[in-house]
């Protein structure tokens, strides 16, 4: 089994900043791309940043310039700097990642975390 457990989401005012950690445990051989996504009340769920194992990234093009994604392959883990936080970023972060758990097989699969809520106040 795998899971991915994400941590530092909270409460910060306009213009702040967080720091969201995601680590993944388990049954892992290899993980391709980590991301974040986000949901707000009443709203899809969204990409808002995206990383390969080899560390090329992707953002939405709401967060680029303020968010910075990046990850830890020797711990397993992806972060998401968020910078000059905006009250339109409050929505609960999930982390995602595909991860390939057996050298014998070549197929992986997309596992989630279990959400952190991001809520910035104006």
């Known amino acids: 089994q795998v899971q991915l457990v994400e941590s530092g989401g909270g409460l910060v005012q306009a213009g702040g900043s967080l720091r969201l950690s995601c680590a993944a445990s388990?049954?892992?051989?290899?993980?391709?791309?980590m991301g974040w996504y986000r949901q707000a009340p009443g709203k899809q769920r969204e990409l808002v940043a995206a990383?390969?194992?080899?560390?090329?990234?992707n953002y939405a093009d709401s967060v680029k310039g303020r968010f910075t994604i990046s990850r830890d392959n020797a711990k397993n883990t992806v972060y998401l700097q968020m910078n000059s936080l905006k009250p339109e970023d409050t929505a609960v972060y999930y982390c995602?990642?595909?991860?390939?758990?057996?050298?014998?097989?070549?197929?992986?699969?997309?596992?989630w975390g279990q959400g952190t809520q991001v809520t910035v106040s104006s």
């Open positions: 995602n990642a595909n991860i390939r758990t057996s050298p014998l097989y070549v197929s992986s699969s997309n596992y």
């Open positions: 990383i390969t194992s080899g560390g090329s990234t």
């Open positions: 388990g049954s892992i051989f290899s993980i391709n791309t």
